[in-house]
């Protein structure tokens, strides 16, 4: 499967999504909404954004493609973290890059080696080391004082997600629901 990129620089430019069972990509209407919505909120322009859950790298990419300066790729699968890299390269920004193959929940209990203006967070959507995350995100201090942390969930999992992250989704897409934390 291929997924293209929406806007920015690589607009239009195709990216591989590996075919497995860990890996629900983000469709390009949620994420054209996402997008449309974070731009009226945020400057892409030399952000740095952290990407938990990144499986084809289609949110962190965007997010270069819209002027971002640098993405961290959190991702824990081998050959998905393999195909996350071969993405990083046809698309020429390696030196804008880093993808760190660790579980999403061992990464967020290091401390940071810098803040972020974006961290987004798309993991499968019964996954709920998703709260863990964000507590230890908050914990250890990942986001600048003016960060934003995305996610994105199921609308099956609505009633937890609104107990464990404090916040009502922002916006619901489909069977997809987002999420907006902040500092």
């Known amino acids: 499967m291929r997924m293209r990129i929406i806007s920015g620089i690589f607009k239009g430019r195709l990216i591989n999504v590996p075919q497995s069972k860990d890996i629900r990509p983000t469709t390009d209407r949620v994420r054209e909404t996402l997008f449309n919505l974070l731009n009226n909120r945020i400057d892409f322009v030399d952000i740095e954004v952290l990407d938990f859950y990144s499986g084809s790298g289609s949110l962190g990419l ?15 699968n081998f050959q998905i973290y393999k195909n996350l890299l071969e993405n990083i390269k046809s698309l020429g920004v390696e030196n804008q890059c880093k993808v760190v193959k660790s579980e999403a929940i061992y990464y967020s209990k290091q401390l940071p080696e810098k803040q972020y203006d974006l961290i987004l967070a798309d993991p499968p959507f019964f996954k709920e080391d998703v709260y863990d995350v964000v507590k230890n995100l908050k914990a250890n201090n990942f986001l600048k004082e003016d960060g934003t942390v995305v996610i994105e969930r199921s609308i099956q999992t609505k009633a937890t997600d609104i107990l464990n992250f404090g916040v009502e989704p922002f916006k619901k897409v489909g069977d ?3 999420y907006e934390i902040h500092k």
């Open 176 to 178: 997809a629901c987002l």
């Open 62 to 76: 965007e997010c270069i493609s819209r002027g971002a300066k640098h993405v961290t790729f959190i991702e824990r």
